[in-house]
């Protein structure tokens, strides 16, 4: 069952179309992979769906329910949340102020000390830094203020964009297990715009390839991995 439809969407920056004319779905409990070089219209079209860049065509449906006039804070209340590149931490506030607004973000009733436990069994090393400005933390903590900002909301699909930027291996597996083990053991939809294929193809339960704005190559994440184009193009290995 599709939780997201995306119909023939159409986004850009004035004459220039970074998502043109992509049509896909994402079922619940999905995590989805969009890769793609830098330019291909991947976080174009996160932001699109999220609502913070304006639709010029085309449609996105939240289980059914189109979405093109309703503003991101309506969005968030039904239940999509966003953690872009950026992170967009409040630097001069402690860690946990910062988690807490994502709560806010719901408007409903929210047990504030349950969530804070859950976020900080997620991710153990946030309740260490509790009291911590959120500017101080390094570039892999602030993910995880990113992340858990917007899990406390109790999300169901959560978009994620490049989360591995700038972090060591060790910090973005870490990361990367801590979501897909919410995929499959509660059910989070995710998708999930990263640069670094192997990555994720590796967490994907389906994957689009994108270019130039366009879908042009899908499938599910292990045979995406194995495709002899992407292997040579994206994931640097040569093919036989």
Excluded: W
């Excluded at 998502?19 to 291909?40: H, P, R, W, Y």
């Excluded at 973005?172 to 990555?199: F, H, P, S, Y």
Aim: aromatic share 4%; hydrophobic share 45%; proline share 4%.
């Amino acid at each position: 069952m599709s939780v997201l439809s995306v119909e023939r969407l159409v986004a850009g920056y004035g004459a220039i179309r970074a998502v043109d004319e992509m049509t896909f779905q994402v079922s619940a409990g999905q995590l989805v992979s969009l890769i793609g070089a830098n330019g291909a219209g991947k976080t174009t079209l996160l932001k699109t769906i999220m609502g913070a860049l304006p639709t010029l065509d085309g449609q996105v449906l939240l289980d059914g329910m189109p979405l093109l006039q309703m503003p991101i804070e309506d969005r968030v209340r039904r239940g999509m949340c966003m953690v872009p590149e950026s992170r967009s931490l409040f630097a001069s506030m402690p860690v946990e102020d910062n988690l807490k607004l994502g709560a806010y973000a719901r408007r409903r009733k929210t047990d504030f000390g349950k969530e804070m436990q859950r976020i900080y069994e997620l991710f153990p090393v946030l309740y260490e830094r509790r009291t911590q400005l959120a500017g101080t933390l390094s570039g892999g903590e602030q993910q995880m203020v990113a992340i858990g900002r917007a899990l406390i909301g109790r999300p169901r699909i959560l978009l994620l964009d490049e989360p591995s930027i700038g972090l060591a291996p060790l910090i973005v597996k870490q990361i990367m297990d801590v979501v897909v083990d919410l995929k499959n053991r509660e059910g989070l939809t995710v998708i999930l715009v990263e640069q670094n294929a192997k990555l994720a193809l590796e967490a994907a339960d389906h994957a689009y390839l994108i270019e130039l704005g366009r879908i042009v190559k899908e499938g599910d994440g292990a045979s995406m991995a194995n495709d002899p184009d992407l292997l040579r193009s994206y994931l640097g290995k040569a093919t036989a």
